[in-house]
């Protein structure tokens, strides 16, 4: 199948069937190659049976049902586990994503990228409890990541199917798959896309969401450049801290021959024991992490390598 469309939702019971006449509408080029997978996320409105009432008219759309809800990268994680499509276009269930923007996305895939990320350059939410918080967001993944963005929230994105297999989703880790990808050596392109103000219905996300945004990216980076040397991150830092106390220490003795302060006169002597009790434990916590990541792989006989292609091999 060419195109994948996927749907987070969560109780969206009056923006779905607007949004799935505009997205037949914006897909009728494909000529029926294409399906749209409808994720319910355990909405306590009537989505559920809107969904099972529109399903039952058109085979090409698909529901996944949730028992409760689990957040919005859970649902797009089970999607694009269940999508049979070449390409992927995650988008949001408020109808704020514009499916006119469709054709747009496959066609700079076909200009040979794996990833095209959506920017609502005009973007039509309140400016404090979403904008700002959204721009502070974008900027630090973009520092860390070192791929820059200028918006990693936007949910309408394309992959193709070969990009993000494998790749799995936790928390808010959905935003980071550009960066990822861009990691593994893959292309990725941002466009910018119509955003429209919701209609119906109340926003599910607030101010908090930037906070697990960040603490996410941390798990992100690390998992991506010391999963297989996480004695390189712990140690590393562990080493810096036993330098700091050791320099405290030298400080606090120089400062005792030369009668400029007596020990107990300085918090020296405490933060040096305490800066150098912490970079060891760092460092031991280095050696067990090592341990698990080789378990991890020799268990399952995994290699940290993925081979793209191999060329006249038998």
Known sequence: MRLSIIIPV?????????????????????????EIIVVNDGSKDDSLEILREMSSGDSRLKVLNFRYNTGQTAAMSAGIKYATGEVIIPMDGDGQNNPADIPIFLGKIEEGFQVVSGWRKNRRDKLLSRK??????????G?????????????????????????????????????????????????PVSHRPRLKGETNYGISRTFKVILDLIVVKFLSKYMN????????????????????????????????ADLVETP???????????????????????????????????????????????
């Not at 006449?21 to 897909?27: G, L, S």
């Not at 790749?167 to 941002?190: C, D, N, Q, T």
């Not at 590393?236 to 005792?256: P, Y």
Request: contains cysteine; aromatic residues 14%; hydrophobic residues 45%.
């Open 10 to 34: 969560y109780n969206e019971s009056g923006n779905i069937k607007q949004l799935y006449e505009e997205i037949t509408q914006n897909t009728a080029f494909l000529n029926g190659d294409y």
């Open 132 to 141: 700002i918080p959204s721009w502070i967001a974008n900027w630090i993944i």
């Open 143 to 191: 520092f860390i990541t070192g791929v820059k963005l200028h918006d990693y929230g936007c949910s309408m994105k394309a992959y193709t199917k070969e990009a993000i297999q494998g790749i799995s989703l936790y928390g808010e880790m959905h935003r980071f798959i550009p960066a990822y990808v861009s990691w593994h050596g893959g292309k990725v392109a941002e466009i």
């Open 229 to 260: 040397r996480p004695m390189h991150f712990f140690g590393g830092i562990g080493l810096i801290s036993i330098f700091a106390g050791l320099l405290c220490g030298v400080i606090a003795i120089i400062f005792r021959i030369t009668g400029f």
């Open 268 to 314: 020296l002597p405490i933060l040096a024991t305490l800066l150098i009790i912490v970079g060891v434990q760092l460092a031991a916590m280095g050696v067990v992490a090592e341990m698990l990541m080789r378990l991890y792989y020799e268990s399952q006989n995994k290699e940290p390598y993925i081979i793209k292609e191999t060329i006249n091999f038998n």
